[in-house]
């Protein structure tokens, strides 16, 4: 059973334009979520993180949005540069005694194009 | 100051053999954890220490594997007789607090192959 997901396995944007990046969780005890960003043979770098009562996040060119009632969240980068190709992993922790470890979605490929 | 410190970046190990992969966390973490990542997958989560403590085994297979974080020196995942499913790119992260909200540091990985 796999707790998060990220249905499109890739993304192909023109630079300049808005990426979207999107993930769908079933745990209703998460209590953050957060964006990691893979480029190959480097090991993922934080992004950007959500604390569940929150709905938006913004910093600088990454906002994540969070719609509870959906099990819902999304990556916006705007605008996309060719330097933010790279696959991007969702990922979910709780709170409480089960804090610390997180939840990782497969990834999503994101090009985005010169 | 360094970040997160794996070694080896690459490993290859027979079948059988023993296989162990060393993380020395950021300065002034004490939260380590290791994730593994099979090819086109997700990383998954196997285990979080602390130092001297196994806070979270719950990723851990239940046989061969083991990890350790003590006092002095690095975390240390140790894969005994490895098999073929071994083979995938295992992640150390480091924290400095135990909440989710400020994200891992990760090293680079240790890519295990098993021949």
Known sequence: ????????????????????????????????????KKYPAEGPTFLISISSIKDKNEDGRFTVFLNKSA??????????????????????????????KSTFGDGTTLTVKP | NAGVMQNPRHLVRRRGQEARLRCSPMKGHSHVYWYRQLPEEGLKFMVYLQKENIIDESGMPKERFSAEFPK????????????????????????????????????????????
């Not at chain 1, 023109?14 to 990691?36: A, H, K, P, V």
């Not at chain 1, 916006?76 to 190709?85: A, L, M, R, Y």
């Not at chain 2, 989710?100 to 090293?107: A, D, E, K, L, Q």
């Open chain 2, 72 to 115: 002095e020196g690095p975390s240390i995942l140790r894969i005994q007789q490895v098999v073929r499913g071994d083979s995938a790119a295992y992640f150390c992260a480091s924290s400095l607090e135990r909440t989710g909200s400020g994200g891992y540091t990760f090293g680079s990985g240790t890519r295990l192959t098993v021949v």
């Open chain 1, 1 to 36: 059973d796999q707790q998060v997901k990220q249905n499109s396995p890739s993304l192909s944007v023109q630079e300049g334009r808005i990426s979207i990046l999107n993930c769908d969780y079933t745990n209703s005890m998460f209590d953050y979520f957060l964006w990691y």
């Open chain 1, 71 to 100: 099990k819902h969240l999304s990556l916006h980068i705007v605008p996309s540069q060719p330097g933010d190709s790279a696959v991007y992993f969702c990922a979910a922790s709780e709170g409480g005694t089960n804090a610390g």
